[in-house]
């Protein structure tokens, strides 16, 4: 008995100091994060909000400006017609996405043999970085090397080679179409794991009731797939409103600072004309602007489907 | 269906399979007017020559690895050690600490890139290594801290209560019992931290302003640019193969970690 008793009893004498010490422990497990994130996320952030006020040159002395920078934003036809164009980029370029992503979903999801290895391929582009695709599709679309103009040469859709990069409306659909080949994987396989949550219990009953295959893709599958489609457009439209990578190494920007995107615009500003409180107040200005965007997209597409 | 997806898988790998076929052209053919389908003859001539920008491709894989490398090992430590503690202790604003590291998720990096900036300056870690994945460490933490939180969330506490009954000490725990078991979380937040830290872009091209000091996508932008002089295509599709081969050989080793990842996120977030 005594053997029993003496554990239990040793342990509730050392409770209040062992869930304190507990509480400590757990404490400093967290610390090192914590104070990461508070010296290179938070402090940034409030920098962020503090510099906007002023005007901050890269070397010598800030001045306060109040709500000046701001005032400049909203009478910057730049400002907006960057944010415009990041906005064309990004209704031109998430329908693809989607409509792709949601056939190579439908692709993958199928239960054939050795679908799989489909899967991974769509898949590889999402791995490679986005500055190292646009460079490579400089090359593809380049008129003199770039095999996409010698192979439409060859089957003779085009009588000379089109200068993709150089024209906006050209670069457009150039930059689309690359979009699209390195980041429709990735919409793929959230919508795809929101197709093996639907239970199959759902289709077959359908199947017996006489449904066909695109009234069960229409009915049953897409309201199913609300929230999976609410996730992953947040996610891309967010990704495409942040657009750098590919105008500023495809079309620099060019031609006429036509294809400048909102962040390329405070990247000009911070980094080539070292206006940085005005970069700072265009960062709070944008990142105000994709706070809305997101509660929208979520309220559009809220889902209160249970199964 | 078999043969829509063969179609696809080609036009998917087409890009990629063309630009290694183009590194591996002679120089002359891989800039040839118009360019050739299939090489006529296999040499490394372009490697060579891409050997020859800046201070040698060897010194930009070396960049490149090496913040891939500290951002792996930094991210990988400070998000088990916080993921153990948001899994298993309580303690005074816990789920505040938690959504407070989670909030980097929402902010995009872009907007925080100018303070940051001169943060580096400030502390002489701009143009250096350290200073860059320490910027890739703070916007891989959001994910690698819910990683790991989830990762310990599902390890039965029966293994801990027999652990400290054996007399485990809480650091031991750790150590010596929850790593073994966390194995699969932590691959998965080490895949990511490498991958984005190996293929950013605007961060680099922003912090690392010295040539020597250049990550392997800010090489490539400068070859391409034409600061080297006229643009060598091959070189520059051997600097593109040289770049995303490692992610694509990780990915095809790696897969399953790397779609944990993205699954664990479209479920719970």
Redesign the interface.
Known sequence: MAAVFTPTKAARRGMGTLSQR?????????L???L??VA??????L??GW?SLHNWPLLGQATFLGIQNYVAMVQDSQFWASLWFTTQYTLLVTPPIFILAFL?AL?VN?A?RG?G??R??????V???????S??????L?D????L??IL?DLGWIQQPVIWLVDKNLAMTAIVVSIV?KTV??SM??LL??MQ?VPDELYQAAEVDGASYWQRLWYILLPLLRS?FA?ALVLSV?GSY?A??QF??MTRGGPQNQTITA?YW??NN??TYYK?GY??AL??G??VI??LL?VLQLRVLRDDTTY | ??V??IV??VL??F??F??TL?SLKSPAE??????T?LPSVLTFENYVKLNQYGAGIARYIFNSAGVALITVLGTV???T??G???S?????A?NL?FL??L??L???F??????????MSAVKLQNSLIGLA??Y??FQ?PFG?FMMRNTFDVVPREIEEAALLDGCS?WQM?TRVMLVLVRPGIITVAVYAF?NS?????AA??LMTQEVNFT??IL??SV?SGYYGAID?GA??AG?TV??LP??V???FL?RY??QG??GG??K?
Not at chain 1, 40 to 45: R, V
Not at chain 2, 30 to 35: F, N, R
Not at chain 2, 110 to 119: R, V
């Open positions: 507990r509480m400590v422990a757990g404490f400093l497990f967290v090192p994060a914590v990461f994130t290179m996320f938070i402090f940034p952030l920098m962020t510099m190579l692709l199928s054939l679908i290895i489909f991974t391929i769509y898949f590889i582009p791995v490679i970085g986005l500055g190292t695709s460079l490579l599709w400089v090359w593809l380049n003199r090397v770039g095999i103009n010698g040469l080949w994987g990735f396989i959230l794991a929101g949550a999976t996730l967010i942040l750098f990578d500023y190494i962040v405070i990247f911070s980094f940085l970069g700072a960062s709070i944008l990142l994709l706070g997101s | 269906m078999y829509v997806g696809l898988a998917f790998l890009p990629i063309w630009s183009t891989a800039s040839a007017v118009p360019p389908y430590v400070l998000s050690l916080a153990y503690g948001f298993r202790f309580r303690f005074p816990s600490l407070m590291l909030a980097a929402m902010i995009p872009q907007s925080i890139l100018t303070p940051l900036f001169l943060l320490l910027v460490i703070t933490l801290v809480t750790l991958l190996w293929n950013e872009f605007l091209l922003i392997l996508p490539l932008t391409r295509w520059l599709q593109i770049t995303i992610c694509i990780l990915f095809l897969q790397y779609m993205l699954m479209a479920v977030g």
